[in-house]
């Protein structure tokens, strides 16, 4: 359906590192185009308001999405299996649990930047019409990752 969308959780720092969102899906002919949304989640919850809330996080209707990027056409003639579809690699500018709001000039390296800073992040896979050939709405998603692209600390 037009505009259904689903919502994960992710944990994105320290400050100034850089991440990549990498998405892959299968196309078909019944398939939509989607958008993908990054949004910073206060945590705790401003709105709990009490002393026992460290660690709690701001509802989902609180939250201001941004778009990470979109709309992509996931229809074909045929079914495929795509695999892999890249990557868009930013840099978290912000100081720690500062939201994000805007996307920054690019760094030096080339990286675009985010004014968000370490903290929870929610991501949200929107579906934002289809191909005028398409026959529905059908979204196959087979891989949604966030992956830290400047942590050389593994062995």
Do not use: C
């Not at 994105?12 to 398939?31: C, E, F, M, R, T």
């Not at 649990?97 to 896979?125: C, E, K, M, S």
Request: a negative charge; hydrophobic letters at 40%.
């Amino acid at each position: 359906m037009d505009g259904a969308s689903f919502v994960r959780h992710v944990s994105l720092g320290p400050k100034g590192s850089i991440w990549s969102a990498q998405v892959s899906y299968a196309s078909a002919p019944d398939a939509p185009k989607f958008d993908i949304y990054l949004a910073s989640v206060a945590s705790p919850d401003p709105a709990r308001g009490g002393v026992d809330d460290a660690g709690t996080l701001l509802e989902e209707s609180g939250l201001t999405y941004v778009k990470l990027f979109g709309p992509i056409d996931t229809y074909a003639a045929a079914f495929t299996d795509d695999g892999w579809h890249g990557t868009i690699p930013f840099r978290l500018a912000g100081a720690d649990l500062a939201p994000f709001t805007a996307f920054g000039a690019n760094d030096a390296f080339g990286f675009r930047t985010i004014n968000g800073g370490a903290g929870q992040y929610a991501v949200r896979l929107r579906i934002n019409g289809k191909n005028a050939a398409s026959t529905g709405y059908h979204l196959r998603v087979t891989e949604l990752a966030f992956v830290r692209l400047d942590d050389f600390s593994y062995p």
